[in-house]
């Protein structure tokens, strides 16, 4: 894809919400990040969407592909081979693919 027409968000994002599976307040911050936050950042262009497990310390990043869907039972799970995992990330892609978001670190 060119760079001239790739798009990622211009600041970091954060809100807060409940969690879907596990009833749980979490919330969407500004760095730093804990086990029960999330914080969207901006990336270079060809970066993709990257997802990244900052409770982990190697091995950590998760490619959102076909290819890394671990399971999809109830919600999509994509995995790295390592098996590290990332779940429930279906509407946070459409979101992106919505607002034609191509680069972001989650």
Excluded at 1 to 28: D, P, R
Excluded at 37 to 55: A, E, Q
């Amino acid at each position: 894809m060119s760079v001239l027409s790739q798009s990622t968000i211009a600041n970091k994002v954060s809100f807060s919400g409940i969690g879907i599976h596990t009833g749980k307040k979490v919330n969407l911050n500004i760095l730093p990040a804990s086990p029960n936050s999330m914080t969207i950042l901006p990336s270079s262009p060809n970066t993709g969407i990257i997802f990244k497990r900052v409770d982990l310390k190697h091995n950590n990043t998760v490619i959102p592909n076909f290819e890394n869907v671990s399971e999809a039972t109830l919600c999509t799970t994509v995995s790295n081979q390592f098996d590290v995992k990332v779940s429930t990330i279906e509407h946070l892609m459409a979101a992106f693919l919505g607002l034609g978001i191509d680069n972001a670190i989650v």
